[in-house]
């Protein structure tokens, strides 16, 4: 799997792992999702084919662990205001929609085994960020708070509905005590959803079925919940299931202010007057279409021809970002299907038989996933030494391009003169 480009392996393979987490959302038709324990050094963004992934972890220097981060569908991207600063365990998003400013947060709480006094510094970061946000903006604070909240609906009516699962532990009492002073509710409590819909995570040993992946919201959004536009909480490397939630939202496109001077370019979708010609030769032949039928017959004629046309003279577009998973997705997907399907048959029914098919569905998918990258890589590196070989400098330049797969984008922190990191423009004006 060496392609000759980066020595961190580990770097590389979580990489490939947005290709396959864009893949299951795009299944799942959902609109942002809020991840935990992304895993992922420093912060940055990266964008696949349907979904662009933004995350903030631990220095690369630190210890690979935590993490929060949003997949965000492309068709969003000029709604959002991406997340901009951070820690390894809360990020925050907005969005704009008709309605005004609408604020998610990404977060994954202390486990409970955890130091108090890890809990405790979890707890007044989360707080300091929910009061950095207007009471009149709605607030979704997507998370895997590692709590049980319980079933006591009459001992806190305003933060628990009727239909929550087990009992309080330590972590959910820390929880409820945060939401009644903020005036938060557990949206998981107050929809009567389906029982395997309630739970998020088996424990290994007692077998039971915990809910710890919640949502929270204001009591005023509350109604606005279970509607439309899709969130979601995902953990991304434990074996947490997904919790889904959707709110009638209708996202705004931001409008960016052109700078004056600056000349507006328009350029071609093709170069290439040779093709063009042969385009408008070839689509003349085929119309005038049928001229006695009715509206909707000839538009279909126009549509198809001008479609059939542009496939047979230009074909179809090449992703010049493409990778080894991309040019192996028709190989790959049916064992990552495969998988999935036996994960799912061993949460429904966990015996010994269902764990031993998801184990060897888990062996196959990495076994085809390596070979795939092999192949590819090797492929790739003959393509460019052979062009090397030739003279063929631009041949060479491009297969590296290609080699480099989807563009990542690193962000780095602001700090000041002594060291610290800027949050906001007054800690940036008082540090030099």
């Keep these: 799997m060496l392609s000759g480009l980066t020595e961190d392996l580990q770097l590389l393979n979580d990489m490939r792992k947005t290709a396959v987490i864009d893949k299951e959302l795009q299944r799942l038709q959902l609109d942002i999702v809020a991840l935990q324990e992304t895993r992922l050094p420093d912060s940055g963004s990266i964008k696949e084919k349907t979904f662009t992934f933004f995350w903030q972890g631990k220095s690369d220097q630190e210890r690979r662990e935590y993490g929060a981060g949003f997949a965000v569908k ?31 947060i990404s977060a994954y709480a202390p486990t409970l085994t955890s130091a108090a006094e890890a809990k405790d510094m979890f707890y007044d970061d989360l707080s300091a960020a929910v009061s950095r946000i207007p009471e009149n903006n709605p607030l979704f604070i997507l998370d895997d708070f590692n709590a049980r909240v319980g079933t006591e609906h009459s001992s806190w009516p305003t933060c628990l509905g009727h239909f929550g699962v087990g009992r309080m532990n330590e972590n959910g009492q820390r929880l409820l005590e945060f939401c009644c002073h903020h005036g938060l509710c557990i949206t998981n409590t107050f929809f009567n959803s389906k029982p395997q819909h309630k739970v998020s995570w088996r424990h290994p040993r007692s077998k039971h079925w915990h ?18 536009r ?8 434990t074996d947490h299931s997904l919790v889904c939630t959707k709110v009638k939202l209708f996202p705004r496109r931001l409008h960016h202010i052109k700078k004056e001077g600056r000349p507006r370019i328009d350029i071609s979708k093709t170069h290439n007057q040779d093709k063009v010609t042969e385009f408008a030769q070839s689509l003349q032949s085929i119309l005038p279409g049928p001229l006695n039928g009715n509206a909707s017959a000839r538009w279909q004629h126009l549509r198809d021809a001008v479609h059939s046309v542009a496939m047979s003279v230009f074909g179809r577009k090449v992703n010049k970002s493409a990778d080894w998973f991309d040019a192996s997705t028709e190989e790959i997907m049916p064992v990552i299907e495969a998988k999935r399907v036996a994960l799912t048959a061993y949460k429904i029914h966990p015996s010994q038989h269902n764990l031993q098919t998801l184990r060897a569905a888990r062996s196959k998918a990495q076994q085809v996933a390596r070979r795939c990258a092999n192949d590819y890589w090797l492929q790739m590196c003959t393509q460019i030494q052979l062009a090397a070989d030739s003279g063929n400098m631009k041949g060479m330049y491009d297969g590296i391009r290609r080699a480099l797969g989807p563009t990542q984008n690193k962000t780095a922190p602001l700090k000041s003169t002594t060291g610290e990191v800027i949050r906001d423009r007054q800690s940036r004006w008082s540090g030099g």
């Design 74 to 104: 492309n068709s969003l991207l000029g709604s959002i205001i991406p997340p901009s600063s951070g820690s390894e365990r809360i990020l925050t998003l907005q969005l704009h929609t008709s309605g005004g400013l609408v604020n998610l």
């Design 211 to 228: 809910q710890l992946d919640l949502i929270l919201t204001r009591r005023a959004t509350l109604p606005y919940v279970n509607l439309t």
């Design 230 to 237: 899709s969130y979601q909480s995902a953990d991304c490397d």
